[in-house]
């Protein structure tokens, strides 16, 4: 079955750092997703990626798909404390699996005033 | 607008007892419609999804089963929880996004969080 690995687990930054988490897979996929979840709450996504090589932003948030399509990475810059809760990616690969949207480990994120 | 209903919020249950989590959807046709497990507040354990009504896939063996009886409608269930069972679930919406070939953007309710005692 696939692989996927979320990286870093978890992260511990000051206000104002940038942070940036990826995930890899052995997989090709055609879509990458990326979540925020917030205690006690269902994840609420934040990005959509379509193509590869795509870069796409939603203000302070930058994601991209890589052109292997196997991968993406998720930036944040000039973290503030509502940033804080578990990031997760979750690729998409169509085809005969199309109904099927898995997640991956999730990255914690910090952020100290 | 797409909602999504989930319910209960919160449900405590005894070690063989059952289950009956219920998931709805209003505002769309023929969504794809999921089931996951979140354990420890970590990663989402993808645990059943269906394409169409009577269609399920499960992805891992376990104590749980799931159903479609309706187009927007899905239930988690158990015969006989286990302590193994307690955890946060999630039930999600997606639809096929014809024009580009891809399903995508899932949609999660609020969550269930079931503690089996």
């Known amino acids: 079955g696939q692989q996927l690995n979320q990286s870093p687990q978890s992260m511990f930054i000051q206000e104002g750092e940038d942070v940036s988490m990826n995930c890899t897979s052995s997989s090709i996929f055609n879509t990458w997703l990326w979540y925020k979840q917030e205690p006690g709450e269902g994840p609420v996504l934040l990005i959509a990626?379509?193509?590869?090589?795509e870069l796409t932003s939603n203000g302070r948030l930058t994601a991209q798909f890589g052109i292997t399509r196997k991968d993406s990475f998720l930036n944040i810059s000039a973290s503030i404390p509502s940033d804080v809760g578990i990031y997760f990616c979750?690729?998409?690969?169509?085809?005969?699996?199309?109904?099927?949207?898995?997640f991956g480990q999730g990255t914690i994120l910090t952020v100290h005033p | 607008s797409q909602t999504i209903h989930q319910w209960p919020a919160t449900l405590v249950q005894p070690v063989g007892s059952p289950l009956s989590l219920e998931c709805t959807v209003e505002?769309?046709?023929?969504?794809?419609l999921y089931w996951y497990r979140q354990a420890a507040g970590r990663g989402l354990q993808l645990l059943f999804y269906s394409v169409g009504i009577g269609q399920i896939s499960s992805e891992v063996p376990q104590n749980l089963s799931a159903s479609r009886p309706q187009d927007r409608q899905f239930i988690l269930s158990s015969k006989k929880l286990l302590l193994s069972d307690s955890g946060f679930y999630l039930c999600?919406?997606?639809?096929?996004?014809?024009?580009?070939?891809?399903?995508?953007?899932?949609?999660f309710g609020q969550g269930t969080r079931l503690t089996v005692v």
């Open positions: 990626l379509y193509k590869a090589g």
């Open positions: 505002g769309t046709s023929n969504p794809n």
């Open positions: 999600a919406w997606s639809v096929l996004k014809t024009a580009r070939g891809v399903n995508t953007e899932a949609f």
């Open positions: 979750a690729p998409h690969a169509g085809g005969t699996s199309y109904g099927k949207l898995t």
